[in-house]
C-alpha cells in the first residue's frame, strides 16, 4: 500500500541523454511536488502541481518539464542530461497546506 | 523570504542519552514547522509538526519538538536515543495558505553510538 511510489528507483545514463521519472499517489491529494536532493543532502523545491495547475516554479533549468496528467500523477522529464543533474529526486504530496509525504526517491546519475 | 538554520551538521551521541536537535526559521509571516527523518538511502518520512495550538508537540518514535515564538526556534528532542535513531533529521517551514512549498535546513546527522 505505497502511498507515494517512484519509478525508477535508480537510473544511470549518458550526458545529452533525455530521461523521465514517474511519480504516483494513491493519497488523494491535490498537490503535488518535486524536490532534488544534491549530494550534500540538501533539499530544494523544484515544481509544485494543484490540481494538474503549475503553482510552483523555481529557477530551474528549462531542460526539466514537470508532466501531470491527474491529480494523482506528476512526472518529470529532463531532456540533455548534465553531469550537474546528478542528484536523488523525490516526489512528494500534500493536501492544500498540510505535510507533505514523500515518495522513496529516484537517485539519477549521470556519466 | 523564509530560511531554516540548523547550526549542527552532525551531533554524535551514546545509546540512551537524551538528545536535542536545534532548527531556528526566519520568516516575516506565520509559519507551519516540520521535522522529518531520512533513513540511509530512504525517503522522507515525517516526525512531527507545528500548525497551530500547543507549542509542545509530540511525534514518532519518542520525539517531542516545542514552538517558540520569540525566539524563532523548534527544536527537536528525545529523551533517551537508540541505535535505530541513527539518521539525517531535516527541519523545514512552510507559509500557510500559500503556495506550501518546503524550506528545507542543511540537515543534522544523529549519529548514536553503542
Known amino acids: 500500500d505505497t502511498a507515494v511510489s517512484q519509478t525508477p528507483k535508480y537510473l544511470v545514463t549518458q550526458m545529452g541523454n533525455d530521461k523521465s521519472i514517474k511519480c504516483e499517489q494513491n493519497l488523494g491529494h491535490d498537490t503535488m511536488y518535486w524536490y532534488k536532493q544534491d549530494s550534500k543532502k540538501f533539499l530544494k523545491i523544484m515544481f509544485s502541481y494543484n490540481n494538474k495547475e503549475l503553482i510552483i516554479n523555481e529557477t530551474v533549468p528549462n531542460r526539466f518539464s514537470p508532466k501531470s496528467p491527474d491529480k494523482a500523477h506528476l512526472n518529470l522529464h529532463i531532456n540533455s542530461l548534465e553531469l550537474g543533474d546528478s542528484a536523488v529526486y523525490f516526489c512528494a504530496s500534500s493536501r492544500e497546506s498540510y505535510e507533505q509525504y514523500f515518495g522513496p526517491g529516484t537517485r539519477l546519475t549521470v556519466t | 523570504a523564509q530560511s531554516v538554520t540548523q547550526l549542527d551538521s552532525q551531533v554524535p551521541v551514546f545509546e540512551e542519552a537524551p538528545v536535542e536537535l536545534r532548527c531556528n526559521y526566519s520568516s516575516s509571516v506565520s509559519v507551519y514547522l516540520f521535522w522529518y527523518v531520512q533513513y540511509p538511502n530512504q525517503g522522507l518520512q515525517l516526525l512531527l509538526k507545528?500548525?497551530?495550538?500547543?507549542?509542545l508537540v509530540k511525534g514518532i518514535n519518542g520525539f517531542e519538538a516545542e514552538f517558540n515564538k520569540s525566539q524563532t526556534s523548534f527544536h527537536l528532542r528525545k529523551p533517551s536515543v537508540h541505535i535505530s535513531d541513527t539518521a539525517e533529521y531535516f527541519c523545514?517551514?512552510?507559509?500557510?495558505?500559500?503556495?506550501?512549498?518546503?524550506?528545507f535546513g542543511t540537515g543534522t546527522l544523529l549519529a548514536v553510538q553503542p
Open positions: 507545528y500548525l497551530s495550538g500547543s507549542t
Open positions: 523545514a517551514v512552510s507559509e500557510p495558505g500559500a503556495t506550501n512549498k518546503l524550506i
